[in-house]
Each structure stands twice: as structure tokens, then as C-alpha cells.
């Protein structure tokens, strides 16, 4: 059964801490996004990556940055939580262009 | 730039109902079109696409979605709605570009309720 498992449910973090959201998949897929869930806005697209080392910016990319250093990992990182990132982030993966994204559960974080 | 509109933030039906869920899109050239459904709490699971051939397209839970190219339109379907149902749903897009995987662009998000 294909699988994306993002580490973290929910956290809790204060201003101007750096936080970590680690994504995994054991589909070998290539392409990987992070996005963003807010209530009325839908989901957008902060980072996606097409293969290790590589990343490209998506709509909403400021104040975030990504990291793949292995085919399977995307990482998102916030250099420095703010509260507006209060917000539902969601990992996805899909191999090639035509198929389907596969999520994650999803990572809620609060910035207090 | 490719966009998606879902025009309703909620639907309302009776179980057993028919229900509908409406999605336009806009992209250059042919679109790939998805739905999917998001139970509270948790990530988004995919139910049908669209790529090409039969405008019908049959899906997860007895769902279904009509690929209508003149309308620009890819509504979800289900001739009998279950309390179950219940949830948030997505229609998304991305547009045959020839590069790399870009991404989905997702609409607003509809949510569905299902009253017994």
C-alpha cells in the first residue's frame, strides 16, 4: 500500500523558532510538494522538488525553504515561525505527470 | 495561468438524494482533471481523474464525474448520497505543460453535508 507519512501530526511552536516538517514516501516517486491548507483559501503550492537536490517555488514560497537530499525525504522549513503560518500543511508525491498526487495526513502546526 | 473555481463553499442534500458538486477550470490546452475528498483532520484522498477518453469518469465510492470541454467543467456525481459522504471536497487541475510535474492547482474546496 502506497504511503506518504509526515512525522509530525501537530506542533505547537513559539515566534522565531525554526521548525522542521519531515515528509517520506515509499512510493519512489520523483516529484514531491508541500502545501498549505486555510480555511476559505483551499490548498497552495509552496515548494515542489522533481528530483533530489532540486526545488522550484510555488505560489506562496516566502518564508519557507525545502530541502531533498534523498529521493524519498522533502523537508519544509520555516527559518523562523511566524504566527500567519499557523496553518494545516500537507506533503504530497506522484510519479510523473499524469497520476495522482498521494498525501500525507497532514502536519497542523500553531505559532503561538 | 491555470485556475479552478468551485462556486459553492457548501452543499446541502438528503440522503439518498442525487448530489453535484460543480467545478469549472481554466488552462492552456488539454487539462488533467482530479477530485478529491477530505474527512476532517486528515490529508486529501484521491477519488477519480480525468486524463482522456470517456468524458464519464467512474471513481472511488461510487462517485462519479462528467468532463465537459466546452463548459470547461469536471462536476462530481453520486445518484445516491450517503450520510457518510459528509466531507470536504477538491477539484483540482494542471494543464498539459510538457515539463516537469508542477503541481496541482486546487479549488476553494466544497463542503458537502449529507442530512439523514
Known amino acids: 500500500d502506497v504511503k506518504v507519512t509526515q512525522s509530525s501530526r501537530y506542533l505547537v511552536k513559539r515566534t522565531g523558532e525554526k521548525v522542521f516538517l519531515e515528509c517520506v514516501q515509499d512510493?519512489?516517486?520523483?516529484?514531491m510538494f508541500w502545501y498549505r491548507q486555510d480555511p476559505g483559501l483551499g490548498l497552495r503550492l509552496i515548494y515542489f522538488?522533481?528530483?533530489?537536490?532540486?526545488?522550484e517555488k510555488g505560489d506562496i514560497p516566502e518564508g519557507y525553504s525545502v530541502s531533498r537530499e534523498k529521493k524519498e525525504r522533502f523537508s519544509l522549513i520555516l527559518e523562523s515561525a511566524s504566527t500567519n503560518q499557523t496553518s494545516m500543511y500537507l506533503c504530497?508525491?506522484?510519479?510523473?505527470?499524469?497520476?495522482?498526487?498521494?498525501f500525507g495526513e497532514g502536519s497542523r502546526l500553531t505559532v503561538l | 495561468a491555470q485556475s479552478v473555481a468551485q462556486p459553492e463553499d457548501q452543499v446541502n442534500v438528503a440522503e439518498g438524494n442525487p448530489l453535484t458538486v460543480k467545478c469549472t477550470y481554466s488552462?492552456?490546452?488539454?487539462?488533467?482533471l482530479f477530485w478529491y475528498v477530505q474527512y476532517p483532520n486528515r490529508g486529501l484522498q484521491f477519488l477519480l481523474k480525468?486524463?482522456?477518453?470517456?468524458?464519464l469518469v467512474k471513481g472511488s465510492y461510487g462517485f462519479e464525474a462528467e468532463f465537459n470541454k466546452s463548459q470547461t467543467s469536471f462536476h462530481l456525481k453520486k445518484p445516491s448520497a450517503l450520510v457518510s459522504d459528509s466531507a470536504l471536497y477538491f477539484c483540482?487541475?494542471?494543464?498539459?505543460?510538457?515539463?516537469?510535474?508542477?503541481?496541482?492547482?486546487f479549488g476553494k474546496g466544497t463542503h458537502l453535508i449529507i442530512q439523514p
Open positions: 480525468y486524463i482522456t477518453g470517456d468524458n
Open positions: 483540482a487541475v494542471r494543464g498539459i505543460s510538457g515539463g516537469g510535474a508542477d503541481g496541482l492547482t
Open positions: 522538488s522533481y528530483d533530489v537536490k532540486m526545488k
Open positions: 488552462v492552456s490546452g488539454n487539462p488533467y
Open positions: 504530497a508525491s506522484i510519479r510523473g505527470s499524469t497520476g495522482e498526487l498521494f
Open positions: 512510493m519512489d516517486h520523483e516529484n
